[in-house]
């Protein structure tokens, strides 16, 4: 699959409001990463859901910037 430049020229259009739903599980090890790349996202104008077992519930919510 290739994007190409004029995805890539999206990334950085705030008025664009993008849903990404990232599904992980695992350990917190496992878990973490995404929730960087989450915020990532967030910071370049995402709504980001962060799908993972109930465990990981209160790590996952101790981002307030993720869903």
Do not use: N, W
Not at 13 to 36: E, F, N
């Amino acid at each position: 699959f290739y994007c190409g430049q004029i995805c890539r020229s999206h990334l950085h259009t705030p008025a664009l409001m993008r849903k990404v739903v990232i599904y992980t599980s695992g350990s917190r090890g496992d878990v973490q990463p995404y929730c960087a790349l989450g915020l990532e996202l967030v910071g370049r104008g995402a709504k980001v859901y962060i799908c993972t077992e109930k465990r990981m519930e209160a790590f996952v919510k101790s981002f307030p910037e993720l869903e």
